[in-house]
């Protein structure tokens, strides 16, 4: 395991902008960047910013650069108007699904797929038996599916007749579609290819999207063609090449120089600015409000069973560093969900003491009243790529203001990945992107059965709550359990702020995702807000 020692004091928002500035002259150098082929023009170049491919079964995918891959690959039942998270339902898009409908009292959910839809690979025709498989896999604790808790309110999935099936709910779920049923895990798999390929299904995957998975290559990456057969047409590019690109640098300068057509940005401070300024065509598309950065103190480990420390910890943050650091790629968050989701607290919304407003002198004291009054050393692991890092040293230096002194060794992605899913990550930070629905983040993160375990199971809440103190299970029962938006609305916002009371983990900012892209890439729509990975289903060249 390849690791980097960081030392307090290393790091502070002006070398981050520094470090930024360095990389675009690099380019204008022209230094050496990551080995390419002689180029297809007509094949989608995608760089991606980390190490190596994980998984590409969605049901198994927790790095978000593999679900840019698998997006193309599998067709979801619905999804919001691309480039949107516009979930009005009159304005879904059906994608695999023909129609859909949600019952009055918003516990069933009927779904009528398209007749004639094929697998690849001759896997034949996507049926319900298909789509029933899909979720009961999903749902099913032996999957190990880190996105099981979304999929936890089905009592049943029931065949209709060959193309009709229904989702039935144990209690009404009027936002079900909206977290469950549109692209991210809820991308229709083939039971035969996976019955037939096991553990060998994470790295042939077989869908029925409009790209098909050809091979991995160690110089190219992923490699995908197109799908002849696709029901919503042939796309109109040769294939698409997903490079696996983890230095900011040279994914910058493949960029720049032409031999990547689209790539992962850098969301370090100044790089939008510099990158702008070498390759002045350039597109830039912002996801907004982007990733939600989850900060948490695992309870089981001291001194972050004690509430005054992690308290401390949340007054030694400046979220005015990270805006002045972020710049436009910044976004404030006062409780869990960001102010641009329905119900998101904003700051006038919140009683002082839950909005942690930075203040070094509070946290020293509540360090003294915890028994350290001259502070203390911790050690954290963190993840390589260029988001996590730079958050993460911002934060080590506001820390040390406070006495505290943060040691972070740094893995790539996926490694970190892996040890936090394994509970072996005191101080785990976690970039995650989600429909504007309140309850995911709730779901996902502070919920007793997303608890990680040293065996691997689990979602993303590192920090035990619900399992070493109480939490907001009977609160998100009673959340789950209420059909109408509104009132459960209000009772998001009560859990939000119990969690704020509680302090077992914090969103710490809003960090839009940013892709840089060659002006002669057109995606067919233009990005607004979505997941940090989109359909290419409907690119083309242009002149």
């Given at each position: 395991?390849r690791?980097?020692?960081?030392?307090?004091?290393?790091f502070t928002?002006?070398?981050a902008?520094k470090?930024?500035g360095?990389?675009?002259?690099?380019?204008?150098?022209?230094g050496a960047?990551h080995k390419?082929?002689?180029?297809?023009?007509?094949v989608?170049?995608?760089?991606?910013a980390?190490?190596?491919v994980?998984?590409?079964?969605?049901a198994?995918?927790v790095q978000?650069?593999?679900?840019?891959?698998t997006?193309?690959?599998?067709?979801?039942?619905?999804?919001?108007?691309y480039g949107?998270?516009?979930l009005?339902?009159?304005?879904?898009v059906c994608?695999?699904?023909?129609s859909?409908e949600?019952?009055a009292?918003?516990?069933t959910?009927t779904?009528?797929?398209?007749?004639?839809?094929?697998f690849?690979?001759?896997?034949g025709?996507?049926?319900?038996?298909d789509?029933?498989?899909?979720?009961?896999r999903?749902?099913?604790p032996?999957?190990?599916?880190p996105?099981?808790t979304?999929y936890a309110?089905?009592?049943?999935?029931?065949?209709?007749d060959?193309?009709?099936?229904?989702?039935?709910l144990?209690?009404p779920?009027p936002?079900?579609?909206?977290?469950a049923l549109?692209?991210?895990?809820a991308l229709?798999v083939?039971?035969k290819?996976?019955?037939?390929?096991?553990?060998?299904?994470?790295r042939?995957?077989?869908?029925?999207?409009p790209f098909e998975?050809e091979?991995?290559?160690?110089?190219?990456g992923?490699?995908l063609?197109?799908f002849?057969?696709?029901h919503?047409?042939?796309?109109?590019?040769?294939?698409?090449?997903f490079?696996?690109?983890p230095?900011?640098?040279?994914?910058?300068?493949?960029?720049?120089?032409?031999e990547?057509?689209i790539?992962?940005g850098?969301?370090l401070p100044?790089?939008v600015?510099?990158t702008?300024?070498q390759a002045p065509?350039?597109l830039?598309?912002?996801?907004?409000?982007?990733?939600q950065?989850t900060v948490?103190?695992?309870?089981?480990r001291?001194?972050?069973?004690d509430?005054?420390?992690?308290k401390?910890i949340?007054y030694a943050?400046?979220r005015n560093?990270?805006?002045e650091?972020?710049g436009?790629?910044?976004?404030?968050?006062?409780?869990?969900?960001p102010?641009?989701?329905?119900?998101?607290?904003?700051?006038a919304?919140?009683?002082?003491?839950l909005?942690?407003?930075?203040?070094?002198a509070?946290?020293?004291?509540?360090?003294?009243?915890?028994?350290?009054?001259?502070?203390?050393?911790?050690d954290?692991i963190?993840s390589?790529r260029d988001?996590y890092?730079?958050i993460m040293?911002?934060?080590q230096?506001?820390?040390r203001?406070?006495?505290?002194?943060l040691?972070l060794?740094?893995?790539?992605h996926?490694?970190?990945?892996?040890?936090?899913?394994?509970?072996?990550?005191?101080?785990?930070?976690n970039?995650?992107?989600?429909?504007p629905?309140?309850?995911?983040?709730?779901q996902?993160n502070?919920?007793?059965?997303?608890?990680?375990s040293a065996n691997?199971?689990?979602?993303?809440?590192y920090s035990?709550?619900?399992?070493?103190m109480p939490?907001?299970d009977?609160?998100?029962?009673?959340?789950?359990?209420?059909?109408d938006?509104?009132?459960?609305?209000a009772?998001?916002r009560?859990a939000?702020l119990q969690?704020l009371?509680?302090?077992?983990a914090?969103n710490?900012l809003s960090?839009?995702?940013?892709?840089a892209?060659?002006?002669?890439?057109?995606?067919?729509?233009?990005?607004?807000?979505?997941?940090?990975?989109?359909t290419?289903?409907?690119a083309k060249?242009?002149a």
């Amino acid at each position: 395991m390849r690791s980097i020692e960081t030392t307090p004091g290393q790091f502070t928002r002006r070398t981050a902008i520094k470090g930024a500035g360095a990389l675009a002259a690099a380019a204008a150098l022209g230094g050496a960047p990551h080995k390419v082929r002689a180029a297809d023009p007509n094949v989608i170049r995608f760089g991606l910013a980390v190490q190596h491919v994980a998984s590409l079964d969605p049901a198994l995918n927790v790095q978000g650069e593999d679900q840019d891959v698998t997006r193309q690959v599998y067709d979801a039942f619905i999804d919001p108007p691309y480039g949107t998270f516009d979930l009005a339902p009159k304005d879904i898009v059906c994608e695999a699904a023909a129609s859909w409908e949600m019952s009055a009292d918003a516990k069933t959910y009927t779904l009528t797929l398209r007749e004639g839809m094929l697998f690849h690979k001759g896997y034949g025709e996507v049926t319900s038996d298909d789509a029933k498989f899909t979720l009961d896999r999903l749902r099913d604790p032996a999957t190990a599916s880190p996105y099981r808790t979304y999929y936890a309110a089905i009592d049943d999935v029931k065949i209709v007749d060959k193309y009709r099936f229904q989702v039935v709910l144990k209690q009404p779920d009027p936002t079900f579609y909206a977290s469950a049923l549109i692209a991210r895990a809820a991308l229709i798999v083939p039971r035969k290819a996976v019955e037939k390929l096991g553990a060998g299904f994470r790295r042939a995957p077989v869908g029925s999207g409009p790209f098909e998975f050809e091979a991995i290559d160690i110089d190219r990456g992923v490699i995908l063609k197109p799908f002849e057969q696709y029901h919503r047409g042939k796309p109109q590019v040769d294939g698409v090449e997903f490079r696996y690109v983890p230095d900011s640098t040279s994914r910058t300068l493949g960029f720049i120089k032409g031999e990547l057509d689209i790539i992962e940005g850098v969301r370090l401070p100044g790089w939008v600015g510099e990158t702008r300024g070498q390759a002045p065509h350039a597109l830039f598309d912002f996801t907004r409000p982007g990733s939600q950065n989850t900060v948490s103190f695992n309870m089981t480990r001291k001194p972050f069973d004690d509430i005054r420390v992690r308290k401390a910890i949340r007054y030694a943050i400046d979220r005015n560093g990270f805006k002045e650091a972020y710049g436009e790629l910044y976004g404030d968050v006062w409780g869990i969900n960001p102010p641009e989701y329905p119900g998101g607290f904003t700051a006038a919304d919140l009683p002082a003491e839950l909005r942690y407003d930075h203040d070094p002198a509070k946290a020293k004291a509540l360090l003294a009243e915890a028994g350290f009054p001259h502070g203390f050393t911790f050690d954290a692991i963190i993840s390589a790529r260029d988001d996590y890092q730079g958050i993460m040293l911002i934060m080590q230096e506001m820390l040390r203001q406070s006495g505290i002194e943060l040691r972070l060794r740094t893995v790539d992605h996926t490694t970190y990945h892996t040890e936090c899913l394994h509970d072996a990550c005191a101080f785990p930070m976690n970039s995650e992107t989600n429909a504007p629905v309140g309850t995911l983040m709730l779901q996902s993160n502070y919920a007793r059965d997303a608890v990680v375990s040293a065996n691997g199971g689990g979602r993303l809440n590192y920090s035990h709550y619900g399992q070493v103190m109480p939490g907001i299970d009977d609160m998100l029962a009673k959340i789950m359990a209420e059909p109408d938006i509104d009132r459960r609305i209000a009772l998001t916002r009560d859990a939000e702020l119990q969690i704020l009371r509680d302090m077992p983990a914090w969103n710490a900012l809003s960090l839009h995702w940013v892709f840089a892209r060659s002006p002669r890439l057109d995606l067919g729509f233009k990005i607004q807000a979505s997941y940090a990975y989109f359909t290419l289903g409907f690119a083309k060249f242009v002149a």
